[in-house]
């Protein structure tokens, strides 16, 4: 019994159908395929690769996965915490149709997230330019720059509190144009403008970084043959940024729609959502209902409901960026 | 016959009641607890007590003055009981509910719970509470506890005749003036003369002692608390509802806040002091720890507060040395009318040691002396307003003269809900521009939706 080599095992059997360890009959010898090893070094590296990602499939699925779950199956129960959950199938999701303070929080909601995103891309992408043409300090000016997204949430909402006193310094600075003073917190005129100007320091210094990244990747030669060519400023950032820093847009769309959509604790630290429900974002009312109000089947529905919104939101964007590709 | 009843009633209902796990203890739990009050239990649960070591949990909201006082009596009372031991435990008010909503649902409720009036009805039905153990308190039924305090003072911790709760403050709210303050517009605060007997008065004042430095106030003569939660804006307006004839709800439960009367008052009575430009959330410092801090820091001239706030500013001499106490100005001083509050103490259904929870619960009430002097809370037991203490307490006679005067704020299972809705039409009109009626038709609705009422 000969045993067949490497290089004869790429041949291509002359069996129309055989299996490893099959003995295959070829003509003028007799041959036997060996036995192949159950643990090849492809399930070897898949079941590595598994290991390896256990802890996070775990973690996940602990910690986010069997939450929803849970938030999903309550959302249609009526349940305050204090006795076990009572179905009532799809009634907190009808009650959600009337719900005069919900509409209210998805409105606040999507004025905030416009306020917010929109203005925060331009002001990030502008400073990771001028970090880019950094020739002095520049670890210095990026460390500075980035230093608002890694200071504690609370704590920055706190000074900013202080910050938008009215006899606080935004509205000494407005006093020397003579302007205000303004009630940025107690007014719901002006609350909900607050809220979205301190999201701009806060944001826009995270999304820098991720522009500061993309900017980076790209060839200096592209600009520099653009130069030659005599191209201007606005035309190398309208034919080389531009289009090589879509996939970064992208990134940054999605992801500052996400986080202004789960905006909570600006909110929860400046205004607990008021004066009245001017600052009540979605993620302020789904607290409230679920721990104020006890309603947490209720709440659970408005989650979903948030769920939904943002995973249409990511479809919708990943579909058209995917299009223009 | 009370206790029979009750115990009847646990009994039945542990028996016959489909329920969970966690409900079947906490019914074991209450059960327990009539049937140690009835004495069937009694001796080998004192027996128990003496032997084993017991720990209790004691929740309270955060009040320095208080929890101070509260610790030197556990400490006395741990002392003479060496197995007991209680941990107090602090939280702010503002974060307390929720806290203790987590806690219980997570299966871990303190036994001794620091509990305000309105949420009693909420708590009785869904159980969480055990029924006041007459034993702990020296006596055999429900009316021997009754027989201790003044009359009402259980009132907003009962329901169908069962006692949950006994008051660790019995409040009623009157004004605070700043003498010193007075005295700059020429006026003599000790002077009942010169006490605001109306709103009208009040405002009249108010604008007299508040001080400018060009357009802005440095002295705010008299300011609503502001931006806290919803139970500290109704302490306020609900007295002046009830004073218009005005309430929240009628009698069939349905949103009457946007009556012409409550109307009338929130135009006339809130709302005047944001269009006189006398005050306002603006001016406000929002403090949940310290709710008064202007009057403490001498900042305002006139706050409505409790007999409760003195100690919150005993540390600065120049206000403590010279406030007043006033009756709470009247629509009608011949018809007048005040809040009653309790921020009571209570067990919890879930409370594996209820008998010792409540023991320990007298003996720190029964020293209404000691509470006043240290915290300024009148425990509402009969014979407070005499003690030494309340005696050197300024102001204590308008206090327990109040009290005859006052109701607690209108019951509900939703309470949280719909005051938090009253709440949010106050900001819309004094704070957004919105009119005082198109909030408060607004609040009537969202009200009547929750209660299901619409």
């Known amino acids: ?325 | 016959v009370n206790r029979k009843s009750a115990f009847g009633k646990e009994l039945g209902n542990a028996l016959s009641a489909t329920v969970d796990r966690r409900a079947l203890l906490r019914k074991g739990a209450a059960v327990g607890a009539a049937a140690a009050g009835a004495g069937v239990l009694a001796a080998p649960h004192r027996a128990m007590a003496q032997d084993e070591p017991i720990n209790l949990v004691f929740w309270h909201h955060t009040y320095p003055p208080a929890d101070e006082f509260i610790q030197q009596k556990i400490d006395e009372y741990t002392a003479e009981n060496p197995n007991l031991s209680i941990e107090l435990v602090t939280y702010p008010h503002g974060d307390y509910e929720t806290k203790l909503l987590a806690a219980i649902s997570a299966g871990d409720a303190p036994d001794i719970i620091n509990l305000l009036d309105y949420l009693y009805p909420r708590y009785i039905a869904r159980e969480l509470l055990a029924p006041v153990d007459p034993a702990a308190f020296g006596g055999e039924t429900m009316n021997d506890v009754r027989a201790l305090y003044v009359e009402r003072a259980l009132e907003g911790l009962s329901a169908d005749g069962t006692v949950y709760g006994v008051p660790e403050e019995f409040n009623t709210l009157c004004l605070f003036l700043n003498a010193e303050h007075f005295n700059d517009i020429g006026l003599d605060a000790s002077d009942p003369e010169n006490w605001p007997e109306t709103w009208e008065d009040l405002f009249a004042v108010a604008k007299e002692l508040e001080q400018k430095d060009g357009d802005t106030l440095t002295r705010i003569g008299f300011n609503w608390v502001w931006n806290l939660d919803p139970y500290w804006y109704a302490q306020q307006y609900w007295p002046i509802l009830r004073q218009y004839g005005a309430n929240v709800l009628d009698e069939e439960g349905k949103a009457v806040i946007d009556s012409p009367e409550a109307v009338a008052m929130f135009t006339e009575v809130w709302q005047r002091l944001i269009t006189d430009g006398m005050g306002g959330p603006a001016v406000a410092t929002v403090n949940p720890v310290n709710a008064l801090q202007d009057f403490s820091d001498g900042r305002q001239s006139m706050m409505i507060a409790g007999i409760w706030a003195p100690p919150a500013f005993r540390d600065n001499p120049a206000v403590y040395d010279n406030y007043v106490v006033a009756p709470l100005p009247q629509k009608d001083p011949a018809n007048p009318h005040t809040l009653l509050n309790s921020y009571s103490l209570t067990v919890s259904a879930a409370s594996e040691h209820p008998s010792e929870a409540w023991g320990f619960i007298n003996y720190l009430t029964s020293d209404s002396g000691g509470y006043i002097e240290a915290a300024g809370y009148v425990t509402g037991r009969k014979g407070w307003a005499e003690t030494p203490e309340a005696q050197e307490t300024r102001g204590v006679e308008i206090f327990a003269e109040g009290q005859q005067h006052g109701s607690f704020v209108w019951r509900s299972e939703t309470w949280t809900e719909e005051g938090t809705a009253i709440k949010q039409a106050i900001e819309n009109f004094s704070q957004g521009g919105a009119s005082v009626e198109d909030a408060l038709k607004q609040a009537a609705e969202q009200i009547n939706q929750i209660r299901g009422t619409a």
């Open chain 1, 1 to 325: 019994v000969a045993k067949v080599g490497a290089s004869e095992r790429r041949r291509p059997p002359v069996a129309s159908k055989s299996w490893p360890g099959e003995a295959i009959d070829i003509p003028g010898r007799t041959t036997v395929v060996s036995p192949r090893p159950w643990f090849t070094l492809r399930r070897r590296e898949t079941t590595w690769g598994l290991l390896f990602a256990a802890p996070t499939v775990v973690f996940l699925a602990v910690f986010s996965l069997a939450p929803m779950a849970y938030a999903l199956a309550i959302s249609f129960t009526r349940f305050d915490l204090t006795s076990p959950p009572e179905f009532i199938g799809l009634g907190n999701y009808r009650s959600l149709l009337t719900d005069s303070l919900f509409h209210n929080s998805l409105w606040v909601t999507a004025v905030y997230v416009l306020g917010t995103v929109v203005p925060v891309w331009g002001i990030s992408l502008g400073l990771a330019m001028l970090l880019v043409r950094a020739r002095v300090f520049s670890s210095v000016w990026r460390t500075l720059l980035f230093l608002p997204s890694v200071l504690p949430l609370v704590s920055v909402a706190l000074v900013w509190k202080l910050f938008f006193h009215l006899q606080g310094p935004m509205n000494d600075l407005l006093g020397i144009v003579n302007v205000g003073p303004i009630q940025w917190l107690t007014s719901t005129r002006f609350a909900p403008l607050a809220l979205i100007v301190m999201s701009w320091w806060h944001a826009a210094s995270y999304y820098m970084v991720i522009f500061l990244a993309g900017l980076l990747a790209i060839p200096r030669t592209l600009y520099e043959a653009a130069e030659v060519d005599g191209a201007t400023g606005w035309d190398r950032f309208r034919d080389i940024t531009v289009p090589l820093l879509r996939t970064t847009f992208f990134l940054v769309i999605v992801i500052s729609i996400i986080n202004g959509l789960r905006t909570f604790v600006f909110q929860q630290v400046l205004t607990t959502g008021g004066p009245g429900t001017s600052t009540q974002v979605i993620t302020l009312l789904i607290y409230q209902t679920a721990f104020s109000f006890t309603q947490m089947g209720r709440a659970s529905a408005m989650s979903i409901v948030l769920f939904v919104l943002v995973l249409c939101f990511s479809i919708v964007q990943y579909r058209l960026f995917r299009e223009r590709e």
